[in-house]
């Protein structure tokens, strides 16, 4: 098959970029020792591969995912269905892929009925030496079953998502995110968003949503997402001291402030004479 349009930012696998390169803060965070050559440039350096680019889609096969859910993907097109929401099909963000081919995964894409809504859904195994670690003290998940959907209104996005403890990087002003549990059904992730999209669209009747007919539209919406969420991480340096302090629940230590610094890009202050 044929290429999608390829300048295209990727916002619907947020989550999945971001828990690869936060396996680096996590790690500092819970006072793991880091292999070599993991620091903080290494953070920065991710980051800005993954932010810094349009990325790259093509439509994905699922028998080319062996380690995939299928049965959770299916499941998902089932619910949705029958609520009414369109499948508008499988794709693969290589850009992603190339950076992490350990955890290549697809991306099955939905809207509602009404076209308001848009769903993004994924099944992704993460892999890595710190991920391990984490898996294996019961600090992250060895599989993730995500669906994120998105309402778009005037450069405002509704995030409704089950990623409550895995996305630990703050939005960009533009998201109004709520991240629920990882157990959450289906339902309830749809029942809760819709609900959300119906209160903002009843607050602000002059306010028309973006409407998703087309995976074209999906796509289109994911790139402004996603230029959003690039220019907020540009801002902050790529990591900002209170999202690293809230992940330790207190003051930095000094290893921790080489860290962030590194991220950053600064150099360290100069003593004071």
């Not at 076209?115 to 030496?129: C, D, E, F, Q, T």
Request: proline residues 7%; contains cysteine.
């Amino acid at each position: 098959m044929g290429k999608l349009t390829p300048r295209v930012y990727n916002h619907g696998v947020e989550v999945f970029f971001l828990m690869m390169g936060l396996w680096l803060v996590v790690a500092v965070a819970l006072g793991l020792r880091r292999p070599k050559g993991f620091g903080g440039a290494a953070l920065r350096a991710r980051l800005d591969a993954v932010y810094g680019e349009p990325h790259e889609f093509a439509p994905a096969v699922p028998a080319d995912f062996p380690e995939a859910d299928l049965e959770f993907y299916d499941r998902v097109r089932k619910e949705l269905e029958a609520r009414r929401y369109r499948c508008l099909g499988d794709v693969e963000d290589l850009t992603l892929s190339r950076i992490y081919p350990q955890n290549r995964t697809f991306i099955r894409l939905f809207s509602d009925a009404g076209g308001m809504i848009r769903v993004s859904a994924y099944h992704l195994h993460p892999r890595g030496v710190v991920i391990s670690l984490l898996q294996l003290v019961q600090l992250f998940p060895r599989h993730l079953r995500v669906a994120e959907l998105v309402s778009e209104v005037q450069g405002t996005f509704l995030v409704t998502s089950n990623t409550h403890g895995v996305d630990r990087l703050e939005p960009p002003p533009e998201a109004r995110v709520e991240r629920m549990p990882l157990q959450t059904t289906l339902a309830e992730l749809v029942t809760r968003h819709e609900a959300r999209i119906t209160e903002a669209v009843r607050a602000h009747p002059e306010r028309s949503p973006v409407t998703f007919e087309t995976q074209a539209d999906v796509l289109a919406s994911m790139a402004r997402a996603h230029v959003a969420m690039a220019r907020h991480r540009q801002k902050i340096g790529g990591l900002s001291r209170d999202e690293l302090e809230r992940l330790k629940g207190r003051p930095l230590s000094a290893t921790e402030e080489q860290f962030l610094r590194e991220v950053q890009g600064v150099e360290k202050p100069e003593p004071q004479s």
